[in-house]
């Protein structure tokens, strides 16, 4: 069972009490962009077998959303973070870079 900590409260949440919403960090573009800006906005996702980037809300404590950094194959948690960050922060890179050395970071 994949098992969260929500960085806002502190609490380690299994994923029955979160709501998952998606890659995280994704680029929304503004007035002006044309369709295919729109289009890969709302479908074009990575999938990666490996590290991944998640948005997650901890529904049944806080319900604030926050980001999660693991891997997609074995379950493992590398860090949760703010939700209010424009990329994944350092601390969370070192974090998966310790566990994972071959990692070649955020493409």
Not at 55 to 72: E, L, N
Not at 73 to 90: C, D, H, I, K, R
Request: net charge negative.
């Amino acid at each position: 069972m994949l098992i969260l900590t929500c960085p806002c409260c502190n609490i380690a949440a299994d994923e029955t009490e979160l709501l998952p919403g998606g890659q995280a960090h994704i680029t929304r573009h503004g007035p002006g962009s044309d369709d295919a800006d729109f289009e890969t906005y709302l479908f074009m996702r990575e999938n990666p077998k490996g590290v991944h980037f998640e948005r997650w809300r901890h529904s049944m404590g806080c319900g604030k959303w926050f980001h999660a950094a693991r891997c997609t194959a074995t379950l493992e948690v590398f860090a949760t973070y703010s939700a209010q960050t424009f990329g994944p922060p350092q601390h969370v890179i070192d974090a998966i870079k310790s566990r994972r050395p071959d990692w070649q970071g955020p493409v």
